[in-house]
């Protein structure tokens, strides 16, 4: 599963990183910077509410090696052995 969240996240930055130059520069040369900035900094900000939105922080915490185990168990802080959900 991280792996495969790994190489999604490199293909839509890789994406991103091709459609950013065409999309800021035909904003710019419209005349219309402030679209630009509104656009891009609007960008920023939705991707920092997805951040937000992730469930819990793994580090230090046990991970199970399969999918299968972790439908049966939850995660556990490694310190505590708390369950985290």
Not at 4 to 14: E, I, M, Q, W
Not at 56 to 84: C, M, Y
């Amino acid at each position: 599963m991280r792996t495969t969240g790994v190489g999604v996240a490199s293909s839509v930055s890789r994406i991103g990183g091709m459609v950013c130059p065409l999309v800021a520069v035909s904003l710019v040369q419209g005349c219309h910077q402030t679209a630009a900035v509104v656009f891009f900094a609007s960008v920023v900000f939705v991707a920092g509410i997805c951040v937000l939105l992730f469930p819990f922080e793994t580090k230090g915490l046990d991970l199970a090696d399969s999918l299968s185990s972790t439908k049966q168990e939850k995660p556990q802080d490694s310190e505590t052995g708390r369950a985290l959900i």
